[in-house]
């Protein structure tokens, strides 16, 4: 083989971590796949860092079963995974004059980004602003979005509300406390004892420590009630919420490998259509406008993502297994 071609071959591949099949994160393999090429309205971003999402571990492991119906029946429609990015712009598609080859952006993609290199649509992209690393900028997609499409958009928070964020500790909970907080908002965060001071630092007016206190029986009232967790009945939690108040599930209580978070959810809306209180479910949709919102945000001061952990592309399968177990402080982030 010349060098020429060895050279092309090398241009035409990348490494990235592939599930094959639904599994654990064993199932995941790294390997040398094609490299993408941008399309009209994309374009070809060269991977520093991504972070795992809870999102990656359920299309990786296929469950629950329903998300099978839109991501591949017998195993992942889309075998490259990973949701959120940060990396520099390579390549431009047709039509593209939102970016230039060189930026340094941030965004989503629906998968593909645990690897060298991935395409992303223009609309689900922002440049990494002042102040913020590469990696910094990878752990904001999901988690800051989530966050503040709950709070300002389904929940409508306001400058001098009162919002209760329950699960504050994780990578979405990080990101509401300080979103709650750049919003003019009086933020309680409910956490484990390890991450109490952590949570005080971000900002938050105050903590409950979930093993010492049940939040659900609290004397305050709350406007918006943020709930990442699903660990408490929607009764309890409308106790502590203002007769007028938003609750926001973006959890679900347990549902079993088939329906998972299915008839939470539809709990959630069928309670709100009784009740004088507004109860909704969350589901994310990335957009650029809050992409550059989160950007403003961090070139301010006011949100710094909590990175708990950083792993390699080789161990990949190591990040995810860590996200899998629970319980982890901010976001947990793949350096490419």
Same mark, same amino acid.
């Given at each position: 083989? $010349?060098?020429?071609?060895?050279? &092309? ?33 994309? /374009? ?7 972070? /795992?999402?809870?999102?990656?571990? %359920? ?23 990973? %949701? ?7 390549? +431009? ?11 340094? +952006? ?70 509401? /406390? ?16 390890? %991450? ?15 093993? &010492? ?21 929607? &009764? ?13 599930? $973006? ?22 259509? /009784? ?62």
């Amino acid at each position: 083989m $010349s060098d020429g071609q060895q050279s &092309t071959i090398e241009r035409a591949t990348m490494t990235a971590i592939v599930a094959p099949r639904y599994g654990s994160s064993e199932a995941l393999r790294t390997q040398a796949v094609p490299r993408p090429v941008a399309a009209a309205g994309e /374009v070809l971003v060269r991977v520093r860092a991504a972070a /795992v999402c809870r999102g990656d571990v %359920h299309l990786l492991t296929g469950k629950p079963c329903a998300i099978r119906l839109g991501f591949g029946l017998r195993r992942p429609k889309y075998p490259v995974i990973g %949701h959120d990015l940060a990396g520099d712009v390579v390549d +431009v598609g047709p039509g593209v004059s939102e970016f230039d080859r060189g930026d340094s +952006v941030f965004g989503a993609v629906d998968s593909g980004a645990f690897a060298e290199f991935a395409r992303v649509p223009v609309g689900r992209l922002a440049r990494v602003p002042d102040g913020l690393t590469v990696i910094e900028a990878a752990a904001l997609p999901d988690s800051g979005m989530t966050a503040l499409q709950g709070l300002r958009d389904v929940g409508g928070l306001r400058a001098g509300q009162k919002v209760l964020v329950n699960g504050a500790s994780g990578g979405v909970g990080t990101s509401a /406390v300080q979103i709650a907080k750049a919003l003019g908002a009086d933020v309680t965060a409910v956490c484990g004892p390890r %991450h109490v001071e952590t949570l005080r630092a971000l900002g938050a007016d105050r903590v409950i420590d979930y093993t &010492t206190a049940d939040f659900t029986r609290d004397t305050d009232r709350y406007d918006v009630l943020l709930d990442l967790v699903g660990n408490r009945p929607l &009764t309890a939690c409308r106790r502590v919420l203002a007769p007028k108040g938003v609750f926001v599930s $973006s959890a679900g209580a347990p549902g079993g490998d088939w329906l998972g978070p299915v008839l939470w959810v539809a709990k959630v809306v069928l309670t709100g259509l /009784v009740v004088g209180q507004t109860m909704r479910p969350l589901l994310m949709r990335p957009f650029r406008a809050d992409l550059e919102f989160l950007a403003g945000l961090a070139a301010e001061g006011k949100l710094r993502p909590v990175i708990e952990r950083r792993f390699p592309l080789a161990a990949a399968a190591s990040a995810v297994a860590h996200v899998a177990a629970g319980h982890a402080q901010g976001k947990t982030v793949i350096v490419v």
